[in-house]
């Protein structure tokens, strides 16, 4: 078997509203044979994946996938199935799967959900080899699969500390992003509502207090000078400071680094000048500068402070091992190395015991050596500090904190001005206030670790993470989210998301706007190109001062990678039209509509849906797929199934008034049980063109629906239409009209049939009793049918065509243009000439015409037209083609 690609959809898409693994299979020669052609599948499978007897399948019961292979299923079938439970295996729950045919024999789409990318995409290439194997005889070695996953799982996952807090916001509903690659950046919501962290140091972590925090000798003063109580020390500069020091204070006494975290370099209960030596060597290998402080001898303790509070304190002990009689004290502290809780830094609960030079030390001053055998019961330890990240070990003893020392612990964070901190205090007990006992504070810590609160080697867990979130987002109604309106549709889906953004900005909203052209924040390109798919989602949704987001969402995007987002507010579906079709094996019409559908599956229970009830696809499979309230626009509003929509106080967006079959002199109205609202009249609609363009209509109506549902009142709306002009700035590309010495020129962005289709009356209208003389082309991504018949359509649009060809995509150079001249030719009535690029088939136009023409110019370049057309004279024309 061949995997021909792979892919992970990252949000709702084509196969499933949640996280997929795509893959494109080649199954050669096992398309002929079935797994019941294969001895023993069935019991090879179970032996392999015992889990795997819990897939249902579509048989509905446990053991249902294992039915499906006894009786008869392909080697992609199996391979989805396998995949889903190669990911069980390490952890990752996971239960969807599809698997498809395609148009081409023996090519299945296999498609299944993942929790994690890496591992998804792993996981896939696993199986392929697993069920290969199986189904040529062969075995394969699960414990290396298992151990080659879990790397590659290792080297992705989130660390315990960043992981308590985001599974914290996802049980609260708030979307969260990994802003760089294998890192644990996190952002949690969107846009002027999102919260950044990195483990667990936030947006609102003082950058001072975290000064303060990293230098040990200014956190003792600060701490000393409020009366909280610290051990005496000194900060040296040279050894010889560093025994003066020691000896002033008096041994025992504790080395370490100034600036420090995770205890290291930390010697403790130093009694002589030769132990001080080892010590102060160990700190200055860490910093320049070392601090010697007295020994307070007590217990480890860590108190961890979220946004002013206590949430959790933790006794530790200092990595150790416990003697049986039998062992060596090597063999003990492998024994302990061997607990699956421990790993290496902090990917675990624990962490992995290493044996370096405080560890010798420590094992010499008992006396002992690696080979000692360590009597019954007794304790060795094995580091000076008690932090877990050196393999130390946590019990929970956040209910037996004194009131003041809670008091004293949630001070020492509004001293130090850390949103979180973690304490570190050695003392006899924490049942009594500090100044009862022998305690001090040893150091404070900025972005302390979690794991020991998380899952204590003794106690029961706290939700620290819950803590942090709690902090982030205080209001629990909040779930980080700003309203999302995404547009799909054929055609107009960037006339319609310009508009709607419009209409937004326009009553004062912060907007972020996505789609065919440049990507927008506050009305600033940011950047230009297309950008209708989930990366330009994912740019406009980071952005820290955008409220309302409005995306453009084309299908190449849906299919290559999903939406850029888990849910939106509005989903806009505006026509199913050809175009594109044989890409990413989307065929028919209803394949397409399918995948556009997926854009009003998405929205929230409690948004909306807005469809064009004038395509019966979309009314189709639009409301089938449909989720929220169901809000249609439509130039026919008589139909029965418009009258019970509206009679059931469904809102309708429609047109009322005009005269005869044009929309000039007509309005634009809001229809709810027995309620018309005036909305806009059409001719005050710039964008409309006094009714000669009903595709912008249609258009405007879909973005009054769309911001009505997002909280615009009717008034927004009427200013916004009133205020939204077809021209380069506002909308580049889309119907804009320029007038230059008598002639009209009308650019476009039109590149299909149904597009042209309905500009056609805005193109009649226009033209006057002039020529219509046009430059147009389209990409070679297209069938050869759709090619002629776009050449057939603007023949019947235009006297003078020049084709031009801007993108062959996988066509040789002049194909598309070739095609479409054909097309053009076999409908006659229009002269025709070929010229490839298009600033010259522009010229060639611009040139050609003669005052009183219409040149419609659909091209790319709008610039390059609007300063071609300025200052030239059109008295004189160039000869014309033909």
């Known amino acids: 078997m061949q995997i021909l690609e792979q892919r992970a959809l990252r949000g709702p898409n084509y196969y499933n509203r949640y996280l997929t693994i795509f893959m494109r299979l080649d199954i050669g020669a096992l398309e002929t044979r079935p797994s019941d052609q294969v ?4 019991d090879r499978l179970q032996q392999l994946m015992p889990g795997i007897v819990e897939h249902r399948c579509s048989v509905g019961e446990r053991g249902g996938f294992l039915q499906r292979v006894a009786y008869g299923t392909y080697a992609g079938h199996i391979t989805e199935h396998v995949a889903i439970e190669l990911q069980n295996m390490i952890g990752f729950s996971v239960g969807y799967g599809k698997t498809v045919d395609s148009y081409d024999p023996g090519i299945y789409n296999v498609c299944y959900r993942y929790r994690d990318e890496a591992c998804g995409l792993a996981a896939g290439r696993e199986a392929v080899d697993i069920v290969d194997r199986l189904f040529n005889g062969g075995d394969a070695d699960m414990d290396a699969v298992i151990a080659r996953l879990k790397v590659v799982r290792d080297a992705h996952m989130l660390g315990p500390s960043t992981a308590a807090i985001v599974d914290a916001a996802k049980a609260r509903g708030i979307p969260w992003y990994r802003l760089t690659d294998d890192t644990s950046y996190i952002q949690l ?32 003063q600060i701490l000393g000078d409020a009366g909280i109580p610290v051990p005496a020390g000194r900060v040296c500069h040279t050894w010889e400071e560093a025994v003066l020091a020691a000896e002033a204070i008096g041994y025992p006494v504790v080395t370490k680094p100034l600036v420090g975290n995770h205890g290291r370099g930390v010697s403790t209960d130093m009694t002589d000048e030769a132990e001080l030596r080892v010590g102060y060597e160990a700190a200055l290998a860490r910093h320049e500068t070392v601090v010697v402080e007295r020994f307070i001898r007590g217990d480890d303790y860590r108190l961890l402070v979220i946004d002013g509070k206590l949430v959790a304190a933790a006794r530790r002990r200092p990595a150790h091992v416990t003697g049986d009689g039998r062992s060596t004290l090597k063999q003990l502290i492998d024994s302990e190395n061997s607990d699956p809780r421990r790993g290496i830094g902090h990917e675990n609960l624990l962490t992995q015991i290493d044996i370096d030079r405080q560890t010798e030390r420590l094992i010499a001053q008992a006396g002992l050596s690696l080979d000692s055998t360590i009597p019954e019961g007794e304790v060795v330890w094995l580091k000076p500090t008690a932090n877990i990240s050196t393999g130390g070990t946590a019990t929970d003893v956040t209910d037996d904190v004194h009131p003041e020392v809670k008091y004293a612990a949630e001070r020492i964070g509004r001293l130090i001005g850390l949103d979180i901190i973690g304490i570190d205090l050695l003392a006899e007990t924490l049942t009594r206030p500090l100044d009862e006992q022998s305690a001090g504070v040893v150091e404070v810590n900025a972005g302390p670790g979690f794991r020991m609160h998380l899952s204590p080697t003794h106690g029961k867990g706290r939700a620290v993470g819950e803590a942090v979130t709690d902090m982030l987002f205080p209001d629990p109604a909040d779930d980080g989210r700003i309203p999302i309106a995404a547009i799909t549709g054929t055609n107009g889906k960037t006339t319609t998301t310009r508009l709607l953004a419009h209409l937004l900005r326009q009553s004062g909203r912060q907007v972020g706007m996505a789609c065919t052209g440049t990507i927008e924040i506050d009305n600033h390109v940011i950047m230009r190109g297309d950008y209708s798919g989930p990366m ?4 406009v949704l ?3 001062t955008v409220d309302h987001a409005v995306l453009e969402v084309a299908r190449g995007g849906i299919m290559r990678r999903g939406l850029g987002f888990d849910t939106c507010d509005v989903g806009v579906l505006l026509n199913i039209a050809s175009d594109h079709l044989g890409e990413y094996d989307i065929h028919t019409l209803d394949e397409l509509a399918r995948c556009k559908t997926v854009v009003v599956d998405a929205v929230k229970p409690d948004g909306t849906s807005v469809l064009n009830a004038d395509d019966p696809r979309v009314m189709d499979q639009g409301t089938y797929w449909a989720s929220g309230r169901i809000v249609y626009f439509s130039m026919r509003p008589e139909t029965e199934a418009l009258r019970a929509h509206v009679a059931d106080h469904g809102i309708l967006f429609t047109v009322a008034g005009g005269s005869g079959s044009s929309l000039a002199g007509g309005r634009i109205v809001m229809r709810q049980g027995q309620v018309e609202a005036d909305v806009v009249a059409i001719d005050d609609m710039p964008i409309a063109f006094e009714g000669h363009a009903p595709f912008n209509v249609q258009n405007a109506m879909a973005a009054a629906a769309a911001g009505f549902a997002l909280g615009l009142t009717l ?3 009427k200013m916004g239409l009133q205020s939204f002009f077809p021209t380069p700035g506002m909308l580049p590309g889309r119907t804009n009209l320029i007038e230059a010495d008598g002639v009209r020129c009308l650019i476009d962005y039109g590149h299909n049939v149904p597009a042209l289709t309905a500009l056609e009356p805005l193109v009649t209208g226009l033209s006057g009793g002039g020529r219509r003389i046009g430059v147009a082309s389209a990409p070679g991504n297209r069938r050869n049918d759709d090619l002629m018949a776009l050449g057939a359509q603007i023949a019947r649009m235009l006297d003078h065509l020049y084709i ?9 150079i002049g194909e598309a243009a070739d095609l479409i001249r054909r097309g053009a030719e076999a409908e006659g009535g229009c002269t025709v000439e070929i010229v490839m690029a298009e600033n010259a088939a522009v010229e060639k136009a611009i040139d050609a015409a003669v005052q009183g023409d219409l040149l419609l110019l659909l091209v790319d370049d709008i610039d390059g037209v609007v300063q071609r057309l300025k200052g030239r004279s059109f008295s004189r024309p160039a000869p014309l083609a033909g």
Do not use: F, N
């Open 189 to 220: 919501g969107h846009g002027a509502r999102q919260q950044r962290l990195q483990a667990t140091v936030t947006w609102k972590t003082s950058i001072l207090g975290h000064g303060i925090a990293d230098d040990k000798d200014w956190t003792k």
């Open 542 to 544: 980071r952005e820290p």
């Open 39 to 42: 001895p023993g599948m069935v």
């Open 536 to 539: 330009a989602a994912q740019i």
């Open 804 to 812: 031009c060809e801007s993108d062959p995509r996988g066509r040789k």
């Open 715 to 717: 008034g927004d709306i």
